[in-house]
């Protein structure tokens, strides 16, 4: 299995929280959330260089979300709080490699692979 695969998608309210779980077969540099609303373009959300640890966020995702690995296990997990109906999404973990030593949100020239996705929708 190549594919990162997803977990922990649901449906909540406004203000609530979930955490989103990813498990990927093979250590990767670069891991991360990544997410498309209906008629949007897909927007990274949060990375992490898995070899330094160093984390990444969107604008939207500072001081709400945080990415997490566990590499004994091969996963990554993203906590979402405080969400917003604005968070409601298709969320995708994504697996690549980093040229610079790091793995920007911003962009996703660097992934190589890309799971099926699991849904967050939050009601108002």
């Known amino acids: 299995q190549v594919q990162p695969v997803e977990s922990g998608g649901g449906s909540v309210q406004a203000g609530g929280s979930l955490r989103l779980s990813c498990k990927y077969t093979?250590?990767?540099?670069?891991m991360g959330w990544f997410r498309q609303a209906p008629g949007k373009e897909r927007e990274g959300v949060a990375t992490?260089?898995?070899?330094?640890?160093?984390?990444y966020y969107a604008a939207s995702a500072k001081g709400r979300f945080t990415i997490s690995e566990d590499k004994a296990e091969n996963m990554v997990f993203l906590q979402m709080n405080s969400l917003k109906p604005e968070d409601t999404a298709m969320y995708y973990c994504?697996?690549?490699?980093?040229?610079?030593?790091?793995?920007?949100?911003?962009?996703?020239?660097?992934?190589?692979?890309w799971g099926q996705g699991t849904q967050v929708t939050v009601s108002s």
């Open positions: 093979s250590w990767r540099a670069c």
């Open positions: 992490v260089f898995t070899a330094g640890g160093n984390t």
């Open positions: 994504a697996a690549g490699v980093s040229t610079d030593g790091s793995c920007s949100p911003n962009e996703s020239s660097w992934v190589r692979r």
